[in-house]
């Protein structure tokens, strides 16, 4: 089969442009604003798959097109994997400075200060769901540092680095991070098996 248009469920620019860059000319990515979805997509599913999925089958059912849809959290190792499917509203909804306040205050008397984002992405073509997953291992620091990038971007150091995700050049964090893993196995599967 081939495939030469894909919808991402999102409306984001950022991924939006991640995802295009990665997948050069080979396939048309359309937003959710291409084909005239303007509704607020449910993510109500208690796991990261769960809203994946959601958002993907949402969008195959009600739209008819092969799309793609993907759902991230940060996951801290100390408290039980919070605020995992929860992260954009923690404290307050995608208020970044206060999810960050809270998560700093819950680690405060913690020693373990592992972490991990994690994304998931669920792709849909002709009904066949397929899932992709990106880890990236870090720590949460004990403030805020660096201005660049979004969300727990100032907090979250990735392994082996001394400077965290806010202090990165987006094309470094996109090397290592969480989303860049995912949608690059995402890439991989659509050129193995759909590329003209
Ligand atoms: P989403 O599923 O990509 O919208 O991510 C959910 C929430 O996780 C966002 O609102 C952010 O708070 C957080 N998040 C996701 N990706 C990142 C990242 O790359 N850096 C920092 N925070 C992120």
Do not use: W
Not at 29 to 46: F, K, Q, R, V, Y
């Amino acid at each position: 089969m081939l495939l030469s248009e894909l919808v991402f469920a999102t409306n984001n620019k950022h991924k939006l442009e991640e995802v295009k860059a990665c997948l050069g000319d080979s396939f048309r990515i359309l937003s959710l604003a291409d084909i005239g979805c303007n509704e607020d997509i449910p993510e109500t599913a208690d796991t990261l798959q769960g809203n994946a999925l959601l958002k993907a089958r949402y969008v195959y059912e009600n739209y008819h097109v092969n799309c793609f849809a993907d759902d991230t959290g940060l996951e801290v190792d100390a408290l039980d994997g919070e605020p995992g499917v929860h992260s954009a509203r923690y404290a307050g909804d995608h208020d970044s400075q206060a999810n960050m306040t809270k998560l700093l205050q819950k680690l405060e008397k913690k020693c373990d200060r592992n972490a991990q984002f994690r994304t998931v992405i669920a792709l849909i073509i002709e009904g066949k769901e397929t899932l992709f997953q990106g880890i990236v291992r870090g720590s949460i620091s004990k403030e805020r540092c660096g201005s660049g990038g979004f969300g727990y971007d100032p907090i979250f150091i990735p392994q082996d680095y001394t400077q965290s995700f806010s202090e990165l050049s987006m094309e470094e964090k996109n090397s290592i991070s969480h989303r860049g893993k995912a949608i690059r196995k995402l890439v991989e599967y659509l050129k193995s098996q759909y590329e003209k």
